[in-house]
């Protein structure tokens, strides 16, 4: 019996297993990457489409710039950038003595023109005995030219008598003429007028506040709390009104400014709550805020050189709104921030629908160029010379 030979092929089973393992693990990935995007979507829907973020955001802080408002010398400079200062300190001195000069001139004209008014109203009553002398003399000359012209036709006075009791009548009223009119003089200054009330003394008076509200301005003090920047002034250099010399930065004052696209302001309003997180601190510290405003415009339309979108050269750009972030006060108090750092703003824009822009608000009152106390010294000031000068207490 011969043998027979089997030519048939069988599988390789090692081969068979290995693509069964590579479909199971393709099958396992696939699993893996659709819970993966399950996961990413739920996130999405869940959290981030609720939020807004940019790192287009910095901390903001008004720049107080301190400017004289007279010229002068510069005699002291009391402070140095990077120094703390609180509202009423000395920042620096201008040399006083013009200005000194100047209020000892005006209070000496004050005082002059108190006393020549006071001349003018003791002269009104000598003036007024003047017109009843001058009334009196009148009557006599007048009764006394009566007299004669009735005794005329007797030939007891002579026609030269006659004629000079005429002259001498002619002559009288002329005198209470003269009296009447200067008495109208000094009447027009003083009627109805008190010295301290008169045209005069109130012109000579201002010009004496005039004088000490100049010469309060040889000395500046800092408006507010904070911290000294950009000195620029130096000792003995001469200054012109208005000439920036430093700038104060109240840090404890500070907000920031986020720059989102135009596309994010869809949900955001006003009121709505922000986590910032400065680059300075790192994720260490995270600051609370909420939005309190939106600006009027994008930042191209505020910008130096803005876009010109109808010359026909035009290109489409994402554009960004500035939004004011308020910052909580003990916060920044713990971390301090110094103006112009970076900061990353997350607004939750799920808290309602408020407001796009924000409640008008009443206008603030206009600040004083010196302070109350100040004026208030000046007014005791002018008080004191017109009191000195009117004699009373003598």
């Given at each position: 019996?011969?043998?027979?030979?089997?030519?048939?092929?069988?599988?390789?089973?090692?081969?068979?297993?290995?693509?069964?393992?590579?479909?199971?693990?393709?099958?396992?990935?696939?699993?893996?990457?659709?819970?993966?995007?399950?996961?990413?979507?739920?996130?999405?829907?869940?959290?981030?489409r609720n939020h807004e973020t940019t790192e287009d955001a910095y901390v903001?802080?008004?720049?107080?710039?301190?400017?004289?408002?007279?010229?002068?010398?510069?005699?002291?400079?009391?402070?140095?950038?990077?120094?703390?200062?609180?509202?009423?300190?000395?920042?620096l001195r201008l040399d006083p003595v013009d200005a000194q000069l100047a209020l000892n001139q005006a209070e000496t004209a004050l005082a002059q023109s108190v006393r020549e008014l006071r001349g003018v109203y003791a002269n009104l009553n000598t003036l007024g005995e003047s017109v009843k002398v001058r009334e009196s003399e009148l009557a006599r000359v007048t009764d006394l030219l009566n007299r004669r012209e009735s005794l005329a036709g007797t030939g007891a006075v002579a026609?030269?008598?006659?004629?000079?009791?005429?002259?001498?009548?002619?002559?009288?009223?002329?005198?209470?003429?003269?009296?009447?009119?200067?008495k109208e003089a000094a009447s027009v200054q003083t009627e109805n007028l008190r010295i301290e009330d008169h045209p005069a003394v109130l012109r000579a008076a201002s010009k004496v506040e005039e004088a000490y509200v100049a010469l309060s301005r040889t000395t500046?003090?800092?408006?507010?709390d904070g911290v000294v920047a950009r000195r620029s002034v130096q000792v003995g250099q001469r200054i012109a009104p208005g000439?920036?010399?430093?700038?104060?930065?109240?840090?404890?004052?500070?907000?920031?400014?986020?720059?989102?696209?135009?596309?994010?302001?869809?949900?955001?309003?006003?009121?709505?709550?922000?986590?910032?997180?400065?680059?300075l601190y790192g994720g260490k510290v995270e600051y609370d805020g909420r939005v309190v405003g939106m600006s009027a415009g994008t930042g191209g339309v505020f910008s130096?050189?803005?876009?010109?979108?109808?010359?026909?050269?035009?290109?489409?750009?994402?554009?960004?709104?500035?939004?004011?972030?308020?910052?909580?006060?003990?916060?920044?108090?713990?971390?301090?921030?110094?103006?112009?750092?970076?900061?990353?703003?997350?607004?939750?824009?799920?808290?309602?629908?408020?407001l796009a822009l924000p409640a008008a608000v009443a206008n603030a009152a206009p600040v004083s160029s010196i302070d109350e106390a100040g004026l208030k010294a000046a007014h005791e000031r002018v008080a004191k010379i017109i009191h000195d000068n009117l004699g009373h207490g003598k």
């Open positions: 019996m011969s043998d027979v030979t089997d030519n048939t092929v069988q599988p390789d089973a090692p081969a068979t297993k290995a693509t069964n393992g590579r479909a199971r693990g393709m099958v396992r990935l696939a699993i893996v990457f659709i819970f993966i995007g399950l996961i990413a979507f739920a996130w999405w829907f869940l959290v981030l903001s802080a008004h720049i107080v710039l301190i400017t004289p408002q007279i010229g002068g010398t510069v005699t002291a400079v009391d402070v140095d950038d990077t120094q703390m200062v609180h509202a009423g300190d000395v920042l026609q030269e008598e006659i004629d000079q009791a005429r002259e001498a009548v002619k002559s009288a009223r002329a005198a209470l003429q003269v009296a009447l009119e200067q500046l003090h800092a408006p507010l000439s920036p010399m430093m700038a104060v930065v109240p840090l404890n004052d500070v907000w920031v400014d986020a720059n989102f696209k135009e596309g994010q302001l869809r949900e955001m309003r006003v009121g709505q709550p922000v986590h910032l997180r400065a680059d130096l050189l803005p876009a010109q979108n109808a010359t026909g050269n035009w290109i489409k750009v994402v554009q960004r709104v500035p939004v004011r972030i308020e910052l909580n006060a003990d916060e920044v108090k713990a971390h301090p921030l110094r103006a112009g750092l970076s900061v990353e703003a997350d607004v939750d824009v799920r808290d309602g629908p408020g």
